[in-house]
Each structure stands twice: as C-alpha cells, then as structure tokens.
C-alpha cells in the first residue's frame, strides 16, 4: 500500500462536518507533520479511504500532484438504495488538471462519476455531464435499471 508521504490533499478538499470544516480550505487541525489531532482524528476522516494510497488509481495522479482527491462514496436514489459512485474533489486553489479530467471521462464510461471544487459538483456519464448542483444543494437523480441518467438541482418555488 502506498503512504500519505507529503499529501495532505485530502485535509484541503474535502468537508468534514464533524470538526466544521467546510470543503475547499486547509484544516486547522493540520501541522507541519500532518494531522495534528491524528490519534483523536473525526471518524469522516478515519473511515477516508483515498484510492491513490489503495493503488486503484495510476501512481502519477498522487493527490498533491494533480490537486484532487479520488474516493469511493454512494448516492440515494429515488428508490431508496444507494448507488455506488467514484467521487473526484478538485482543490479549488488550482486550475483543474487535465490528465485527470481525461481519466474521469474515460471511467464514467463503466461507472458514474462526480466531480467537484467545493462549491460546484458535476455527474459525468459516458464522458458527458448529466447535471450540475451547487454544493449544499437537494438533487433529482433520474434512474433507469442501474443507471443514472441525469442528476438536476431540485427548483424551490
């Protein structure tokens, strides 16, 4: 298994509710060694699991490198069940990489993926976007078999 080494992506993209640290800044928690309350760390980042430090992502798109954090996660839909999704958190500090961009749209052709900076999140299927949600915002996912087919922002009159 791969090690953290210099990485502390994941203490910058991602939103961690138990500690209030909204997605998109660095972590106060976080010192020069990394994670300054690793022992007593939230249980959201405890159960992290990163798919770089797992290998199931290339060794050249280290988090640190191309500025996104790439993790398995669910989404409800409108049956109730969840559906297995690759999420791909993009550090809003930085210009969206290119090569991981390719390689999202390349695995959203086996499986959904959704791609987001913290404020904004987009579904992408088959190398297309299906739908864009601010984050924080209620979404319709319109499912056919065990597919998505669109995820949209729910309008509140």
């Given at each position: 298994?791969?090690?953290?080494?210099?990485?502390?992506?994941?203490?910058?993209?991602?939103?961690i509710k138990e500690i209030n640290k909204p997605a998109g800044v660095?972590?106060?928690?976080?010192?020069?060694?990394?994670?300054?309350?690793?022992?007593?760390?939230?249980?959201?980042?405890?159960?992290?699991?990163?798919?770089?430090?797992?290998?199931?992502?290339?060794?050249?798109?280290?988090?640190?490198?191309?500025?996104?954090?790439?993790?398995?996660?669910?989404?409800?839909?409108?049956e109730g069940e969840k559906m297995p999704v690759l999420r791909v958190?993009?550090?809003?500090?930085?210009?969206?990489?290119?090569?991981?961009?390719?390689?999202?749209?390349?695995?959203?052709?086996?499986?959904?993926?959704?791609?987001?900076?913290?404020?904004?999140?987009?579904?992408?299927?088959?190398?297309?976007?299906?739908?864009?949600?601010?984050?924080?915002?209620?979404?319709?996912?319109?499912?056919?078999?065990?597919?998505?087919?669109?995820?949209?922002?729910?309008?509140?009159?």
């Amino acid at each position: 298994m791969r090690k953290c080494g210099d990485c502390r992506e994941c203490c910058i993209v991602l939103e961690i509710k138990e500690i209030n640290k909204p997605a998109g800044v660095f972590c106060d928690k976080l010192c020069a060694k990394g994670c300054g309350i690793y022992e007593s760390r939230p249980n959201e980042c405890r159960n992290f699991e990163c798919l770089w430090l797992t290998g199931q992502i290339p060794k050249r798109m280290k988090p640190n490198t191309v500025h996104a954090v790439a993790w398995m996660t669910g989404i409800d839909t409108p049956e109730g069940e969840k559906m297995p999704v690759l999420r791909v958190t993009f550090n809003n500090l930085f210009k969206r990489n290119n090569m991981v961009q390719r390689w999202v749209r390349n695995v959203s052709r086996r499986r959904v993926v959704v791609t987001g900076s913290g404020k904004t999140n987009e579904a992408i299927l088959n190398g297309e976007s299906a739908g864009t949600w601010r984050t924080g915002e209620d979404t319709v996912v319109t499912v056919e078999g065990n597919q998505i087919i669109e995820v949209k922002p729910v309008k509140v009159a």
